[in-house]
């Protein structure tokens, strides 16, 4: 089964910024919704943002609107998250998602990647 690849996870500093990439081998990001979930210790996952396949519109959760940044590079099949003003509470694995329905639900995304490892701390 088609697996997302997350990239660009690692240690930053309060206030810094990293960018999460999402990409798909066989897999046209294009044609689905591609969603951001993450997972802090002790905690259950939630999504963060997606952007949806017919037009571009993005969501936010409200922990991050105004700080992350989702988009789109077709021809690259991939999907971004660019992450500004990061706090300690950022800290968490993220996760991409694709699949047909415009939701913060889990269950609304057939295919995941494994994940990336965000830590913000100084």
């Known amino acids: 089964q088609e697996q997302l690849v997350e990239s660009g996870g690692g240690l930053v500093q309060p206030g810094g910024s990293l960018r999460l990439s999402c990409a798909a081998s066989?897999?046209?990001?294009?044609?689905?919704?591609v969603g951001w979930f993450r997972q802090a210790p002790g905690k259950e996952r939630e999504g963060i943002s997606y952007?949806?396949?017919?037009?571009?519109?993005?969501y936010y959760a409200d922990s991050v609107k105004g700080r992350f940044t989702i988009s789109r590079d077709n021809p690259e099949n991939t999907v971004y998250l660019e992450m500004n003003s990061l706090k300690p509470e950022d800290t968490a694995v993220y996760f991409c998602a694709a699949g047909t329905i415009e939701h913060f639900e889990e269950a609304a995304y057939d295919y995941w990647g494994q994940g990336t490892q965000v830590t913000v701390s100084s």
């Open positions: 952007i949806s396949s017919s037009d571009g519109r993005t």
């Open positions: 066989s897999l046209t990001l294009d044609y689905y919704v």
